[in-house]
């Protein structure tokens, strides 16, 4: 049993989507060498239940998938991996796996930054043999599980000595680099450990992402503000054939090359439409942020693209505003609202997954018998899964995009509207034959820090499992750029016609906000304020008169009616949940998410 470790901080410590997107793929890569080197050597791989691809993307998870298909959004390979060897060739297939991902990452550092450097600490890569004479399969799965986790808390810290040395901007665990590799554009110039260097240079070097043809710049991963226009953009597209629709994002076009040209992986759900122009192939993936207006500010620009002339980019600065204000009113009087400012980062993760392998069955005194017949099909429904669900989020329905899927993993951005209908879609794909799963939604700023928003995801999954000992949870929260967060945290039960916690959260979301209540569904602020000034005495009284409390304040403060059952059916769930070191139950939680979800994340072309 081989485990590459480290996996969740290498990852999250990105700062943009493409970063986040080559880490993934890179511990991918890795525990795939590891699999193969295991192959190689005689040994039958369990998980994965097949031999990965040479060339792997996207980040195992810590559970238990196959395959990989080298493209974003594929299923993942493992970074556990299992595998039965010769009788006494574990330790050696062992040894030799980990030496070759070493090898392996190595080559790496020297291909990303033009000389061996060393990253104490990355790739970490433990694993432990157990010999046959300790019983049948699943006696020696239960002793490689704990023999596992105590060597995890075996640690060698390596000696190093590089005083005077400025740190890692992403990993302060590492000292940066005293000088950006060769060739690396201006806008990615940053002060980067060899490590971060690796992430960042990786679809340069022959990693994922890598579709330039002779002479082009491979495309990146899409960018937070690509992914939060795509429902605006996706209508535009369809608008092209209107004069004024194509001569605004020509404009719009125009004044962008004159800053940038880099060029972005597409959407999926664009793939279908194959641009047949340059404005169309434009608008579909490169012009994420451009749709915005207040992207066009010149001090901001200025800093960003120092190279422009100032006259050049001041009268482009000018354009493009101008282009950007033009195509969000002809986009409006064709009933389309300007593009949401706020997108969402999915994470899922089946709930004990560890013990489920161990044969447990939740809810049920029965047990599995633990062969490696059943881990491998165990392994194949994930693999299954996870290919199902990258089917599912990247549908134009959904505007989705995986950054890593294992089946018991997952990782995903979503524009705001379409987010909660993608945790619906890809929590309803996982067969009853798996364990249930928790979900944390986290909507965020598209110019937030991404690195704080994925690790305030994981923090939102943690909630979710806490929510009950038997998990299942749903966790829906925001984060704001000034750093306010709010969560709400539910179960994944569905009532008798179907209807569950998303449903009930995505009555915010239809529509266009408005200001003036009533049955538009404004649904003003100020529900906010009294529910938290009258927490107390509302979650006090009994549940029919808190329900009558709640429609009325609800409608009071211009919300629908439907709106109202739903915020009642949410804060009911709510004020049930215990709460560890706070007396009595909460009810401003799923008020607030709701309040946030209409005036932040409706409208935009959803």
Same mark, same amino acid.
């Given at each position: 049993? $081989?485990?590459?470790?480290?996996?969740?901080? !290498? $990852?999250?410590?990105?700062?943009?989507?493409?970063?986040?997107?080559?880490?993934?793929?890179?511990?991918?890569?890795?525990?795939?060498?590891?699999?193969?080197?295991?192959?190689?050597?005689?040994?039958?791989?369990?998980?994965? +239940?097949?031999?990965?691809?040479?060339?792997?993307?996207?980040?195992?998870?810590?559970?238990?998938?196959?395959?990989?298909?080298?493209?974003?959004?594929?299923?993942?390979?493992? #970074?556990?991996?299992?595998?039965?060897?010769?009788?006494?060739?574990?330790?050696?297939?062992?040894?030799?796996?980990?030496? /070759?991902?070493?090898?392996?990452?190595?080559?790496?550092?020297?291909? +990303?930054?033009?000389?061996?450097?060393?990253?104490?600490?990355?790739?970490?890569?433990?694993?432990?043999?157990?010999?046959?004479?300790?019983?049948?399969?699943?006696?020696?799965?239960?002793?490689?599980? @704990?023999?596992?986790?105590?060597?995890?808390?075996?640690?060698? !810290?390596?000696?190093?000595?590089?005083?005077?040395?400025?740190?890692?901007?992403?990993?302060?665990?590492?000292?940066?680099?005293?000088?950006?590799?060769?060739?690396?554009?201006?806008?990615?110039?940053?002060?980067?450990?060899?490590?971060?260097?690796?992430?960042?240079?990786?679809? @340069?070097?022959?990693?994922?992402?890598?579709?330039?043809?002779?002479? =082009?710049?491979?495309?990146?991963?899409?960018?937070?503000?690509?992914?939060?226009?795509?429902?605006?953009?996706?209508?535009?597209?369809?608008?092209?054939?209107?004069?004024?629709?194509?001569?605004?994002?020509?404009?719009?076009?125009?004044?962008?090359?004159?800053?940038?040209?880099?060029?972005?992986?597409?959407?999926?759900?664009?793939?279908?439409?194959?641009?047949?122009?340059?404005?169309?192939?434009?608008?579909?993936?490169?012009?994420?942020?451009?749709?915005?207006?207040?992207?066009?500010?010149?001090?901001?620009?200025?800093?960003?693209?120092?190279?422009?002339?100032?006259?050049?980019?001041?009268?482009?600065?000018?354009?493009?505003?101008?282009?950007?204000?033009?195509?969000?009113?002809?986009?409006?009087?064709?009933?389309?609202?300007?593009?949401?400012?706020?997108?969402?980062?999915?994470?899922?993760?089946?709930?004990?997954?560890?013990?489920?392998?161990?044969?447990?069955?939740?809810?049920?005194?029965?047990? #599995?018998?633990?062969?490696?017949?059943?881990?491998?099909?165990?392994?194949?429904?994930?693999?299954?899964?996870?290919?199902?669900?990258?089917?599912?989020?990247?549908?134009?329905?959904?505007?989705?995009?995986?950054?890593?899927?294992?089946?018991?993993?997952?990782?995903?951005?979503?524009?705001?509207?379409?987010?909660?209908?993608?945790?619906?879609?890809?929590?309803?794909?996982?067969? =009853?034959?798996?364990?249930?799963?928790?979900?944390?939604?986290? !909507?965020?700023?598209?110019?937030?820090?991404?690195?704080?928003?994925?690790?305030?995801?994981?923090?939102?999954? =943690?909630?979710?499992?806490?929510?009950?000992?038997?998990?299942?949870?749903? +966790?829906?929260?925001?984060?704001?750029?000034?750093?306010?967060?709010?969560?709400?945290?539910? /179960?994944?039960?569905?009532?008798?016609?179907?209807?569950?916690?998303?449903?009930?959260?995505?009555?915010?979301?239809?529509?266009?906000?408005?200001?003036?209540?009533?049955?538009?569904?404004?649904?003003?602020?100020?529900?906010?304020?009294?529910?938290?000034?009258?927490?107390?005495?509302?979650?006090?009284?009994?549940?029919?008169?808190?329900?009558?409390?709640?429609?009325?304040?609800?409608?009071?403060?211009?919300?629908?009616?439907?709106?109202?059952?739903?915020?009642?059916?949410?804060?009911?769930?709510?004020?049930?949940?215990?709460?560890?070191?706070?007396?009595?139950?909460?009810?401003?939680?799923?008020?607030?998410?709701?309040?946030?979800?209409?005036?932040?994340?409706?409208?935009?072309?959803?």
């Amino acid at each position: 049993m $081989i485990a590459v470790s480290g996996v969740q901080q !290498f $990852i999250t410590e990105s700062r943009t989507t493409s970063d986040l997107s080559a880490g993934s793929a890179i511990v991918a890569r890795l525990s795939a060498r590891a699999a193969r080197e295991c192959a190689s050597r005689g040994a039958r791989l369990v998980f994965p +239940a097949v031999v990965p691809l040479e060339q792997a993307s996207n980040k195992p998870d810590d559970g238990l998938a196959s395959g990989s298909t080298g493209t974003p959004g594929a299923p993942t390979v493992p #970074n556990r991996i299992v595998a039965l060897a010769p009788e006494g060739k574990g330790a050696e297939v062992a040894a030799a796996a980990d030496h /070759a991902v070493r090898q392996d990452w190595a080559g790496l550092v020297r291909e +990303a930054v033009g000389r061996p450097v060393a990253t104490p600490g990355m790739p970490s890569v433990q694993w432990v043999s157990v010999p046959a004479s300790a019983g049948d399969y699943a006696e020696q799965w239960d002793a490689a599980q @704990r023999l596992l986790v105590a060597r995890k808390r075996i640690r060698a !810290f390596d000696a190093v000595d590089e005083p005077d040395r400025e740190l890692c901007s992403l990993s302060p665990r590492w000292t940066a680099e005293p000088e950006p590799p060769k060739g690396v554009p201006s806008h990615e110039r940053d002060r980067l450990a060899a490590a971060n260097w690796v992430k960042r240079r990786y679809r @340069r070097i022959g990693g994922a992402g890598d579709d330039g043809g002779p002479g =082009e710049v491979p495309r990146g991963f899409p960018s937070t503000s690509s992914i939060a226009s795509a429902p605006f953009r996706f209508l535009v597209l369809a608008a092209m054939s209107d004069r004024q629709v194509s001569r605004a994002v020509s404009a719009l076009h125009v004044a962008a090359q004159v800053l940038d040209r880099g060029r972005e992986q597409p959407l999926a759900a664009f793939a279908a439409d194959a641009p047949p122009t340059a404005d169309r192939s434009w608008l579909a993936g490169s012009a994420g942020r451009w749709v915005y207006r207040d992207t066009w500010q010149e001090d901001v620009l200025a800093r960003e693209f120092p190279s422009v002339p100032a006259e050049k980019r001041a009268r482009a600065v000018a354009e493009g505003e101008r282009a950007a204000h033009a195509l969000h009113k002809v986009m409006k009087d064709r009933g389309v609202g300007p593009p949401v400012l706020h997108l969402a980062v999915i994470a899922q993760d089946l709930d004990s997954m560890g013990r489920f392998l161990g044969g447990e069955v939740a809810g049920s005194r029965q047990r #599995n018998a633990v062969t490696e017949a059943w881990h491998r099909q165990v392994s194949e429904r994930l693999s299954a899964l996870a290919r199902e669900t990258c089917e599912l989020l990247e549908e134009a329905d959904h505007f989705g995009v995986p950054v890593y899927a294992g089946g018991d993993d997952l990782l995903a951005f979503a524009p705001a509207a379409h987010a909660l209908a993608a945790a619906r879609a890809v929590q309803d794909a996982i067969p =009853e034959t798996l364990p249930t799963a928790s979900t944390a939604v986290l !909507f965020f700023h598209h110019r937030s820090s991404l690195q704080q928003a994925v690790s305030e995801a994981q923090r939102l999954l =943690e909630a979710a499992k806490e929510q009950d000992e038997r998990k299942n949870g749903l +966790a829906v929260g925001y984060l704001r750029r000034s750093g306010v967060r709010e969560q709400s945290v539910q /179960a994944w039960t569905r009532t008798a016609d179907r209807r569950g916690p998303v449903e009930d959260f995505e009555e915010f979301l239809s529509g266009t906000p408005e200001s003036d209540g009533g049955d538009a569904g404004g649904l003003s602020l100020r529900l906010v304020q009294d529910c938290l000034r009258d927490e107390t005495e509302l979650v006090s009284l009994p549940d029919d008169l808190f329900a009558a409390e709640m429609r009325r304040l609800v409608t009071r403060h211009g919300g629908t009616r439907a709106q109202a059952e739903a915020l009642v059916r949410l804060a009911a769930a709510e004020r049930s949940r215990p709460v560890p070191g706070r007396r009595g139950p909460r009810l401003a939680e799923p008020v607030k998410v709701a309040a946030f979800l209409r005036q932040e994340c409706a409208g935009g072309g959803a």
